[in-house]
């Protein structure tokens, strides 16, 4: 939904022996400790949003991995063909960063949602994450 206040989003990698369900149980947790409000429309506004993209390549329908918007939405799209540009999409075996250029093709990135609001100086991060955005960015 458009008419909504900006919301960060980012993407993280992480390395765990979790299962999908523990897993989601955490992420849940995580939302309603920072106050997610469960009670708007599925794309309404939020504090925070936890989406697991992938897990490994599991294949599951009823847990929704990998996410069911793997290969339609920007905001999946490029953060995985940044960390994995030769890494494929468990289901159709299309390359992350073949995915990204089809979404952009035509668009400029404003014309596709991604844009950056400030400096990564200015957002709310601790100085681990501070750190590892402002060397990604190089």
Do not use: C
């Not at 309404?44 to 918007?69: F, Y």
């Not at 390359?95 to 957002?123: M, T, Y």
């Amino acid at each position: 939904m458009a008419n909504q206040p900006d919301y960060l989003n980012i993407s993280v990698e992480a390395e765990t022996d979790k299962g999908m369900e523990e897993i989601r149980a955490i992420a849940r947790a995580i939302e309603d400790a920072m106050g997610r409000n469960r009670n708007v429309p599925k794309f309404g506004p939020r504090i925070i949003d936890i989406d697991i993209l992938l897990h490994g390549d599991t294949i599951d329908a009823e847990l929704n991995v990998p996410h069911v918007q793997t290969e339609t939405q920007m905001f999946v799209v490029l953060p995985l063909a940044e960390l994995y540009p030769e890494g494929k999409h468990p289901v159709s075996g299309k390359l992350w960063a073949d995915l990204r250029r089809e979404l952009l093709e035509g668009r400029s990135p404003q014309d596709a949602g991604i844009r950056l609001q400030g400096p990564i100086e200015s957002l709310p991060l601790g100085p681990k994450a501070r750190q590892g955005l402002l060397q990604a960015k190089g």
